[in-house]
């Protein structure tokens, strides 16, 4: 079955400070990894895809399959930043949903 | 308007009520999909529409009853819903169901059941 993890519901750093929002996934085939961003009053929004290999504001990602980890980074926070972060998997193959971590809030403080 | 669209975006109903919650969608997707976004699950899926054919329900009550008339709109028709049912219900569509893309979701409707 398909599941994601995000260990931390709410994280906490400064500005200018490098931020990490840890995700673990468990699929057994090879799954494609999404970061998806909700910002106070707005709508959930993607921000990167791991096949994309984008930055996207400050944000990169790297699927490690080894570790089944996703973890998304970015090295100078920015008080923009403050959101809900979900991490998202998608299987291969018809039928295959989205499934989403419980999310990590993320504020970045003055 | 572009994107998708969701209506009411505030509906506030008794257990004996029945309502719905439209959701439309303009980017010529062929595959629409209910969330439920709550304080206790994040985000739950409840139903996934693909060429207007459902290709999941998430074992959801039957309480809760989807429609997709055509592939850009989508309805949820509630009835007889509990307490515990208020909370925030996104709708998103992507291109179909079967490939690995990108979901785009509405603002969502917040519901709360008295």
């Known amino acids: 079955a398909q599941r994601v993890t995000q260990p931390e519901k709410l994280l906490s750093v400064f500005k200018g400070a490098p931020v990490e929002l840890k995700c673990n996934y468990s699929?057994?085939?090879?799954?494609?990894l999404f970061w998806y961003v909700q910002y106070s009053r707005q709508r959930l929004q993607l921000l990167l895809r791991?096949?994309s290999r984008e930055s996207i504001k400050g944000f990169t990602a790297d699927l490690n399959k080894g570790e089944t980890s996703f973890h998304l980074k970015k090295p100078f926070a920015q008080e923009e930043d403050s959101a809900m972060y979900y991490c998202a998997l998608s299987g291969q193959g018809y039928g295959q949903n989205f499934v989403f971590g419980p999310g990590t809030r993320l504020s970045v403080l003055p | 308007e572009t994107g998708v669209t969701q209506t009411p975006r505030h509906l506030v109903m008794g257990m004996t009520n029945k309502k719905s919650l439209k959701c439309e969608q303009h980017l010529g997707h062929n595959a629409m999909y209910w969330y439920k976004q709550s304080a206790k699950k994040p985000l739950e899926l409840m139903f996934v529409?693909?060429?207007?054919?459902?290709?999941e329900n998430n074992s959801v009550p039957s309480r809760f009853s989807p429609e997709c008339p055509n592939s850009s709109h989508l309805f949820l028709h509630l009835h007889t819903l509990q307490p515990e049912d208020s909370a925030l219900y996104l709708c998103a569509s992507s291109q179909d169901a079967g490939n690995t893309g990108e979901l785009f979701f509405g603002e969502g409707s917040r519901l709360t059941v008295l």
């Open positions: 791991h096949i």
């Open positions: 529409y693909n060429f207007k054919e459902q290709t």
């Open positions: 699929y057994s085939g090879s799954p494609e």
